[in-house]
């Protein structure tokens, strides 16, 4: 009966043992150092960049419109000319 409880310490122990381990530090520095990164980065969030995307699809409708009504103005205003 005494095998499962020294088993249970002993996992006990190792979980301890990897909570405190140099390799935790590691990691949290790594992550820190990633966030300040990232936040130098001036990086969008996918939110801010899906409105953005959306503005630019409809600045470019938006342009196709007024680049034909250009071209129906000069052409009407190149037919006045001719006659």
Known sequence: MTT???LDEIGAKLSELAANS???DIEKNVRALLGSAFTRLDLVTREEFEVQREIIV???TRLGELEARVAALEAARNTRDEA
């Open 4 to 6: 499962p409880r020294i």
């Open 22 to 24: 140099p390799a935790r």
């Open 58 to 60: 409809q600045l470019r």
